[in-house]
């Protein structure tokens, strides 16, 4: 989010708690139920009227000991998502997200 932060005044942390998920096969599930949470959680605050901007978490150890000193974050929950939030201006300029070919992303197996 660099270059867009003076506008941020309220951010979501979205944690997944890894205590939920036992077997060494489940160590990736965190990553898809939060995912999906987070999804819905956009969706219902976009309902509201609550403008958002989700920022993937793809960060260091090193990074991750930062925020531990700001904010307190049991050692068991894995941050999924750092979610700016605010009320959208009448009018904004969007990023371009061209579409892929169906070719591209799908196949019948």
């Known amino acids: 989010m660099n270059g867009y932060t003076e506008n941020i005044t309220q ?3 979205l944690t997944v708690d890894r205590n939920y998920f036992y077997s060494i096969g489940e160590r990736n599930q965190l990553y ?3 995912g999906m949470f987070l999804m819905n959680l956009l969706y219902s605050l976009h309902y509201y009227k609550i403008a958002t901007c ?3 978490w793809g960060k260091t150890v090193k990074e991750e000991m930062k925020l531990d000193k700001i904010i307190d974050i049991p050692d068991s929950e894995k941050i999924i ?3 700016a939030i605010g009320i959208a ?3 904004f300029k969007v990023t371009l997200s061209k579409r892929r070919d169906l070719e591209e992303v799908y196949r019948i197996i």
């Open 89 to 91: 201006e009448d009018t």
């Open 81 to 83: 998502c750092i979610i």
């Open 54 to 56: 989700p920022a993937n």
């Open 11 to 13: 951010l979501l942390i």
């Open 32 to 34: 898809v139920d939060g």
